[in-house]
């Protein structure tokens, strides 16, 4: 058996971020709890397909999966546990809005088994907050990380957003310095992108908003890195920090490519080089699953340098690495003199520096490159 995870998308949010490219909507509060019994419907279906799999967390993400009724999250993690081989200590993780949840609401998720809170903060600067069309305030993060703690987690992490106009490194910094100070046991950072069929990319098309500066980006990822690793984080993934022993073992999943069933509208699922993806609009995923049907939407499957041009990819955003052997050594070299590359017991690790440079990175050491026997059985 191999550690396999379970990810469940909850497309409803309280309203739709301008650069969010996710599949989230709002004002669809109406389906919400048929929603919730389409998952577990989409659940009871595939449960046979993954017999045998040993299942070792379960991510509840979005949207906001905290828009739904804690009776509802409820019953659809017992019904996972009760249908997958669930082992008993995995890894239950939701996302959370800070303004949809309490201390009541956060005391019934941790009771009913979700043991990790992940809370998207994006920022602790009001004019960033707006520029991202954010509704909380920074006072939202704080009250609701105090309650997650009085409601007894001892696993929080919190998302954060760099790059965003009007944002400065100084402002950025002050963000960072509180989530520092919050104590927390995770945090992930991440870019602002820029998606061309989102109302912030429409808006930076007709000249209305600057795009992010990428320069800028590039000195407040250093910044980050610094200060991160100043206050005892590991920076064991690109986008990622975390107290030793906090790193996420779900998202450790998908870059190590272990196998994943993806439920609800628009989910991705990967197992043995195949990835298949649901129906994106969430009536017609729940009608889908009403009338007995799988809700597939597309499919794939990787051949072997699909697959491997995918293994250095993930690999070498974690400190996991790739071995030495599979890269020929003058493609390597002029990295490691470079400074993008660190070599380490036959493993070549990218440095922070590399990270940023991760897809030319990738593509200098694979383009002429084969897998190496044995890796797509691993």
């Known amino acids: 058996m191999s550690a396999a995870g379970i990810y469940v998308h909850v497309p409803f949010c309280l309203t739709r971020c301008g650069y969010c490219d996710f599949n989230a909507y709002a004002g669809l509060d109406h389906l919400r709890p048929h929603y919730a019994r389409a998952l577990i419907a989409e659940a009871e279906a595939a449960a046979p397909d993954w017999a045998g799999e040993e299942m070792v967390s379960i991510f509840l993400g979005g949207g906001t999966p905290t828009t739904l009724d804690p009776l509802d999250l409820t019953g659809v993690l017992a019904h996972l546990r009760d249908r997958f081989e669930v082992v008993e200590d995995a890894e239950a993780t939701i996302e959370a809005n800070p303004d949809t949840v309490d201390r009541e609401k956060l005391e019934a998720l941790l009771a009913a088994g979700f043991d990790r809170l992940s809370m998207g903060a994006q920022s602790f600067d009001r004019a960033v907050l707006a520029s991202l069309e954010r509704i909380h305030s920074p006072d939202s993060v ?34 960072v310095r509180e989530a520092v100070a919050l104590a927390l046991e995770h945090v992930s950072a991440y870019a602002l992108t820029i998606e061309p069929a989102t109302p912030l990319g429409r808006k930076i098309a007709a000249g209305l908003v600057p795009p992010p500066d990428p320069d800028l980006q590039a000195d407040m990822f250093a910044l980050a890195c610094d200060l991160f690793r100043d206050a005892g984080y590991r920076h064991y993934e690109v986008s990622n920090w975390a107290k030793p022993g906090y790193e996420c073992l779900h998202n450790m999943g998908y870059w190590e490519r272990r196998p994943y069933l993806g439920l609800g509208a628009g989910a991705h699922s990967y197992r043995d080089d195949h990835r298949w993806w649901n129906v994106r609009p969430p009536e017609e995923y729940m009608t889908l699953v009403g009338a007995g049907r799988r809700p597939t939407g597309g499919e794939e499957h990787l051949g072997p340098s699909d697959a491997f041009l995918e293994e250095v990819f ?28 660190s ?14 440079l991760l897809n030319e990175l990738v593509l200098s050491l694979t383009s002429a490159s084969t897998p190496p026997v044995g890796l797509l059985n691993m």
């Open 142 to 175: 704080r009250t609701a990380f105090k309650a997650a703690r009085e409601a007894g987690y001892q696993n929080v992490s919190l998302d954060l957003i760099y790059g965003a106009d009007g944002e400065s490194l100084e402002s950025w910094e002050r963000t």
């Open 314 to 341: 993930l690999r070498l955003r974690t400190l996991e690495g790739i071995p030495a052997s599979w890269v020929e050594p003058e493609r390597a070299e002029p990295h490691l003199q470079g400074g993008l590359l």
């Open 343 to 356: 070599e380490a017991g036959g493993t070549l690790v990218p440095t922070e520096r590399g990270m940023l």
